[in-house]
């Protein structure tokens, strides 16, 4: 089993930046990629980014292509979600997922462990 655990969450006015942080725990050996999801009010679960847990190759949602930056850090076992240039429409929970399976895939139904989410709020 591999536990998560979100931090960095928080409120923001439109245009400023928030770092949000991901530790993973137990058998993060067997982590492939980690990936941040979001989900806003009466909206489904969307994808917002990911990375290879070895490589660092890394994927984007289009809407915060150039605005956010996932990135890891091996020693510490988290990811991090940089965001910039915050927009309202970027309020939701976000979460952190692990896949452990070899081949990559964005779609949220694909990722086997969840933290249990920070709440982001841009306000305009």
């Known amino acids: 089993q591999v536990q998560l655990a979100e931090s960095g969450g928080g409120l923001v006015q439109a245009g400023g930046s928030l770092r949000l942080s991901c530790a993973a725990s137990g058998r993060t050996f067997s982590i492939r990629f980690m990936g941040w999801f979001r989900q806003a009010p009466g909206k489904e679960r969307e994808f917002v980014a990911a990375v290879s847990w070895s490589g660092g190759t890394t994927d984007y949602a289009a809407s915060v292509k150039g605005r956010f930056t996932i990135s890891r850090d091996h020693a510490k076992d988290t990811v991090y979600l940089q965001m910039n240039s915050l927009k309202p429409e970027d309020t939701a929970v976000y979460y952190c997922?692990?896949?452990?399976?070899?081949?990559?895939?964005?779609?949220?139904?694909?990722?086997?462990?969840w933290g249990q989410g920070t709440q982001v709020t841009v306000s305009s």
């Open positions: 997922a692990a896949r452990n399976y070899p081949l990559y895939s964005s779609n949220n139904s694909h990722f086997n462990y």
